[in-house]
């Protein structure tokens, strides 16, 4: 299942995602604890219940469940395998994050916004949002509170425009050419480029040695080492790659040998020791993003890995070293 970004998933890939957490709300939530999935079937005509066993066989191949069939479908049951497990332990996290929920929010409205442009309706109105595949989060609604505050944020920093209402949210919103050019780059709004911003992305810190009280940069007599601080925000944007990578690794969802799992499992590591250092050479940070990256479409599950991709040209951007 391609879950990158969370959002505008496919209605098959949703459709999965609601019986996985009607598996765990009937008690299962670990290995070899044995569901009845008979109240699946329940009610259903024979097209609707051949979708639900079709969507349970696509989450047995994915290696997610175990089903144990009869003859008929009411008497099907199943467990939860290890890597439904960790798929349901990260959706959980993922879902009760506050500030990631509202950081895809802002990111869908405006990819929603894109789209609709597309589709030749460039000023939507935005209650259809809510009925749109973009309002879907890992297969649970954003609130109407962060739609709203989505909206509102897009709009003062310039990503779309629209009408200010009495009250939350912003009618009739339309895109911007700001805007479009995130989409377009495959980035996200929260890792945009800090061009406009007076403030710098990093702080770059320069000991030199020589002879003289004050040397010019590349001056006779002077070495020069030149850091990059990590501020807690260069931090959260080099762990962000590491957490994505190591998550899609413990899936299995890219796809790797072997060997290319090793090398995955060293780049997290390479990725952690950059990001608890107070300062770091900008090769060093650099290698580690692009080793990163590198690893993440090596094998059959690449269009996965792309998300890897996105974080890694993100924090590249923002650490001033795209």
């Not at 329940?42 to 290696?63: N, S």
């Not at 439904?84 to 405006?110: H, I, K, S, W």
């Not at 944020?153 to 009739?172: C, D, S």
Request: charged share 20%; aromatic share 6%.
């Amino acid at each position: 299942m391609d879950l990158s970004g969370g959002f505008n998933l496919s209605p098959s890939v949703q459709a999965r995602l609601r019986l996985l957490d009607w598996i765990a709300d009937n008690g299962g939530t670990g290995p070899r604890r044995y569901v009845d999935l008979g109240p699946l079937f329940t009610d259903q005509d024979q097209d609707g219940a051949e979708t639900v066993a079709g969507h349970l066989e696509a989450l047995e191949e994915d290696g997610f469940i175990r089903l144990q069939k009869t003859l008929g479908w009411s008497g099907w049951s199943c467990d939860v395998t290890p890597r439904g497990v960790d798929l349901m332990e990260d959706l959980q996290r993922r879902r009760g994050d506050l500030m990631g929920r509202q950081q895809a929010a802002r990111d869908a409205f405006l990819r929603w916004l894109y789209d609709a442009k597309l589709r030749g309706n460039s000023s939507p109105d935005s209650g259809e949002f809510d009925r749109s595949d973009f309002n879907s989060y890992y297969g649970h609604t954003f609130t109407e509170t962060e739609v709203d505050s989505a909206s509102e944020w897009l709009l003062a920093e310039g990503y779309i425009t629209g009408i200010e209402v009495f009250g939350p949210g912003v009618a009739r919103p339309s895109i911007t050419p700001k805007g479009q050019k995130v989409v377009e780059r495959g980035t996200s709004v929260n890792a945009d480029s800090p061009e406009a911003s007076n403030v710098p992305p990093n702080i770059t810190n320069m000991t030199i040695t020589g002879s003289h009280n004050t040397v010019a940069a590349n001056s006779p007599g002077a070495v020069q080492t030149v850091t990059v601080t990590m501020t807690e925000d260069n931090r959260r944007q080099v762990a962000a790659v590491a957490d994505q990578l190591e998550g899609l690794v413990r899936l299995g969802a890219l796809g790797l040998n072997e060997q290319q799992t090793a090398q995955a499992e060293a780049a997290v590591a390479e990725l952690r020791q950059v990001a608890d250092q107070p300062a770091v050479e900008p090769s060093a940070v650099r290698r580690a993003l692009e080793n990163a990256k590198e690893v993440a479409v090596s094998g059959t599950g690449s269009a996965l890995g792309q998300g890897v991709v996105a974080l890694v040209t993100q924090a590249l951007q923002a650490l001033g070293l795209g």
